[in-house]
């Protein structure tokens, strides 16, 4: 999916503007959010560090997720450090973002040391236990009859 956010600065350079734009048509980006931020909260984040300019972005209407959320950052920390007055717009097109094929080692962080741990626990080999009994012991007070179970095949 191909995404487009825009930063400027309003008519007065008192706040700082996201307008988030999103590919819904082929070959045709619509505007799906607008947020606005007080200049000096921004500008206070920016002095502190990328992580407290993600906080300060992130609203309940436009919460981006993390690999964009710190393209966005890093493109404000730049417009706030050389005063840009012209608008400034980030592309992000990443189809295996919107795909549902996402790698567990590239979102979980896991290293390929890990990874065989996880797939050594997810090999073990439980039937050994569950196969040494024929009977299953029920604590309840119905009692299946062997004359009462219904055959499938004659049934059918």
Do not use: H
Not at 76 to 105: C, N, R
């Amino acid at each position: 999916m191909k995404q487009k956010y825009e930063i400027l600065k309003n008519d007065d350079n008192t706040r700082l503007i996201i307008r988030e734009y999103g590919e819904l048509d082929k070959d045709s980006l619509s505007l799906l959010c607008e947020e606005t931020y007080d200049d000096e909260a921004v500008s206070s984040a920016v002095a502190a560090g990328r992580e407290k300019v993600i906080l300060v972005l992130r609203t309940k209407n436009m919460y981006p997720p993390r690999g964009y959320a710190e393209k966005i950052a890093d493109t404000v920390i730049d417009f706030f450090t050389t005063k840009k007055s012209e608008p400034v717009e980030v592309f992000i097109d990443e189809p295996a973002a919107s795909s549902k094929e996402i790698l567990t080692e590239a979102f979980m962080g896991i290293e390929e040391d890990d990874s065989e741990i996880i797939d050594d626990l997810l090999e073990e080999d439980f039937e050994a236990d569950s196969d040494d009994s024929d009977e299953i012991k029920l604590d309840s007070s119905i009692k299946i009859a062997d004359d009462d179970a219904a055959d499938v095949e004659d049934e059918l």
